[in-house]
């Protein structure tokens, strides 16, 4: 048990260092804190879970992450939220503006995360978070 407790750890240790080099990339600093319903009043009416790196630093302190695949579950949130928000569909005249750039950031963000955890994390460090995280 001791060993699990320790694994866990571990993990909130790499996913703090993971929304770090997250937040601090400026290329996704609109993702870093929740959208403001004053700055975008109709956002909950559409978004109905939002999340940013700020809410997913937190939630690592509160042990709400058992292994990284759960931390990827948020950010894939981030980044669909965005899209879903920010459509291409919307009238022409977006197409090129804000909302178009935030598409890409958005997909940005979830390549990013994604690589960034393959590369720095073992798999069988991994396989050992989703035996604790499947066993609770
Ligand atoms: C995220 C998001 N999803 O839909 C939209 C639309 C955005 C979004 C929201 C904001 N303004 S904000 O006050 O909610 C904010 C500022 C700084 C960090 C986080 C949020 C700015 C931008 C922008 O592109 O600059 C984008």
Redesign the pocket.
């Known amino acids: 048990y001791e060993e699990e407790e320790h694994t866990l750890r571990e993990l909130r240790i790499f996913l703090r260092d993971m929304c770090k080099k997250l937040a601090n990339n400026r290329l996704f ?8 319903t ?3 009043p109709d ?1 909950t009416n559409i978004i109905k879970q939002p999340m ?1 790196l700020e809410t997913m630093m937190t939630k690592v302190d509160f042990h709400r992450y058992e292994c990284a695949r759960d931390f990827l579950n948020d950010i894939e949130l981030i980044c669909q ?2 899209l879903e ?2 459509p291409a569909s919307k009238h022409v005249c977006f197409r090129t503006s ?1 909302d178009k ?2 598409r890409h950031r958005a997909c940005s963000l979830r390549d990013y995360a994604y690589t960034l955890i393959k590369s720095e994390m073992d798999t069988d460090f991994e396989e050992k978070c989703l035996s604790i995280s499947t066993k609770r």
Do not use: L, R, S
Not at 29 to 36: A, E, L, S
């Open positions: 600093f609109m993702f870093t804190k929740p959208v403001d004053e700055e975008v956002y940013d939220n965005a928000y920010n804000a750039q935030i």
